[in-house]
């Protein structure tokens, strides 16, 4: 049997097609490679969703004023990030909700909205929790 991994989106706004085969010949760098390429893919189209309900710029608002002037030393960061579960954080996320969300979505929407502000908060700091910062080949082998 032969071995590939495919992610296939067909949406309004968004098309896209990655496969890969795989064999003894394929360095488990390149299947690394092209599952980060898909985790990214992922990754923008699950914050482009998430705004089209609650305001996303609320929320860059927010973790700007979180660390401006404050990612001194590392130290810094562990204060900036309680602040992700803190009151501010909490009223803001809560008021970002539909009024019309079902209890389940409304706990869906609070975590989505908390990694969001910690991904946004990292990233000021020069961080990041996804493989952004890894040289992934695009389209490897095509010309």
């Not at 908390?114 to 929790?129: A, C, D, E, P, S």
Request: hydrophobic share 40%; aromatic share 8%.
């Amino acid at each position: 049997m032969e071995e590939q991994v495919q992610f296939i989106a067909n949406c309004k706004c968004w098309q896209a097609v990655k496969k890969m085969k795989i064999d003894d010949n394929v360095p488990p760098i390149d299947v690394a490679d092209f599952l980060a390429s898909i985790s990214l893919s992922f990754d923008s189209k699950l914050f482009e969703y998430l705004g089209k309900i609650v305001d996303l710029k609320k929320l860059d608002d927010f973790s700007a004023s979180l660390v401006s002037g404050k990612l001194k030393k590392e130290e810094d960061f562990a204060l900036v990030l309680k602040e992700i579960t803190g009151v501010n954080a909490s009223k803001l996320i809560n008021s970002l909700i539909p009024a019309d969300a079902d209890n389940k979505t409304k706990d869906k929407l609070k975590e989505y909205m908390k990694v969001y502000l910690l991904r946004k908060i990292l990233k000021f700091g020069n961080l990041t929790v996804d493989y952004s910062g890894v040289p992934i080949p695009i389209n490897k082998g095509k010309k």
